[in-house]
């Protein structure tokens, strides 16, 4: 089984390593981990430490250090921008995309979208987001952590895709995002709109903007999931996962 990943503000690359605060609590109190059990720790920005636990007291872990590595960002960097959907489902859109390796998320504000976020309500939904994103990135054991943008209108982000290799994902799209051309290197970034979908003066606007239309297949997805099966095949087609 792979070691458990909890993730630190800086890296140790030799030595001891005490970890405490709510990473100390979850790795001795929830986990339990004991004396000469391993785990990792990370910063979220690829510097890995491979650890063995030399003491433990109750939220406190004393580790020592036997390894350290620095993981790169792969290529092509993956950016979605995920509209806000109703209930739960944008966070569980965060959390199954941060598993298959997104390296961006860009809530959306779409004409279409249900929710609103907005004042406070808006301030603790991107919270919310952020959190999920780093706790699947943990129990996806990422070197790197997904970041999570402040929310735009569509006018920001039509702004945002002009000169990058962009998509949008639409069920009348012609091109099947497997046999769109793809970079290897540089931004890509992918369009996931709500539950009632893009509006056609949203398409209108990112397709001049540059970004293709395209389509996965001849199922419509929710919002919650279309994002991470997209990712899932710009990860196959890109060589990411191999």
């Known amino acids: 089984m792979t070691d458990a990943l909890f993730l630190v503000p800086s890296v140790p690359e030799t030595g001891t390593y005490r970890l405490d605060g709510a990473e100390g609590h979850h790795a001795a109190d929830v986990v339990r981990l004991r004396v000469g059990e391993t785990l990792l720790l990370g910063d979220g920005a690829g510097a890995v430490a491979d650890c063995v636990v030399s003491a433990v007291a109750k939220g406190v872990l004393d580790v020592e250090v036997t ?12 950016v979605v921008a995920q509209a806000l959907a109703k209930g739960d489902r944008g966070e569980l859109a965060v959390q ?10 860009v809530p959306w504000q779409a004409a279409r ?21 780093r706790e699947a990135a ?3 054991r990422r ?21 990058h290799s962009s998509y949008v994902l639409h069920e009348d799209a012609e091109t099947p995002l497997a046999t769109a051309p793809v970079p290897a290197t540089g931004a ?14 949203e398409l209108a606007a990112f397709t001049a ?29 890109t060589g990411r996962w191999h």
């Not at 991470?228 to 710009?234: D, G, H, K, N, R």
């Open 113 to 133: 979208s249900v929710v609103r976020w907005q004042g406070d309500r808006g301030a603790r939904a991107l919270a919310r987001w952020r959190a999920t994103a």
């Open 67 to 78: 390894g350290y590595r620095r993981v790169p960002a792969r290529e092509p960097r993956l």
């Open 188 to 201: 890509v970034l992918l369009v996931v709109g709500p539950e009632g979908g893009v509006a056609p003066e």
């Open 209 to 237: 903007a540059g970004a293709t239309p395209v389509r996965l297949g001849p199922e419509v997805l929710r919002t919650s999931t279309a994002g991470v099966a997209a990712l899932a095949v710009l990860a196959a087609v």
């Open 138 to 140: 943990k129990q996806s």
């Open 143 to 163: 070197a790197w952590l997904p970041a999570v943008a402040d929310p735009v209108g569509t006018a920001a982000l039509a702004a945002r895709l002009a000169g």
């Open 96 to 105: 199954t995309m941060t598993e298959v390796g997104v390296d961006e998320i």
